[in-house]
Nanobody
Framework: QVQLVESGGGLVQDGGSLRLSCAAS????????MGWFRQVPGKEREFVASISVSGGNTAYADSVKGRFTISRDSKKNTVYLLLNSLKPEDTAVYYC?????????????????WGQGTQVTVSS
């Protein structure tokens, strides 16, 4: 069992930055790829970024490539998402997730564990 708790969301102005954190419990963090997804009301949850078990491989949605950076700290059992150059269209609830894979995973269906989400709001 993996429990995930996100933090770091908030209100930020257009062009600003935030860093989201996701603390994972359980030893399984060390053998799960981690990912971030986001969702706005009335739309499907969409892939944002993923990182491999080793941290050496990452994947990003085209819409965030070059602006967001995913990383993980195995000693702290935590995965991060640094959000730079934020835009109003980045406003969403951001979810952390864990998948029993070694490489980055972009498909929502492969993730078995989810956090409760953290709200990110970008004002124009």
């Amino acid at each position: 069992q993996v429990q995930l708790v996100e933090s770091g969301g908030g209100l930020v102005q257009d062009g600003g930055s935030l860093r989201l954190s996701c603390a994972a419990s359980g030893r399984t963090f060390s053998n799960h790829a981690m990912g971030w997804f986001r969702q706005v009301p009335g739309k499907e949850r969409e892939f944002v970024a993923s990182i491999s078990v080793s941290g050496g491989n990452t994947a990003y949605a085209d819409s965030v490539k070059g602006r967001f950076t995913i990383s993980r700290d195995s000693k702290k059992n935590t995965v991060y998402l640094l959000l730079n150059s934020l835009k109003p269209e980045d406003t969403a609830v951001y979810y952390c997730a864990a998948a029993p894979r070694r490489m980055p995973v972009i498909y929502l269906s492969e993730y078995g564990y989810w956090g409760q989400g953290t709200q990110v709001t970008v004002s124009s």
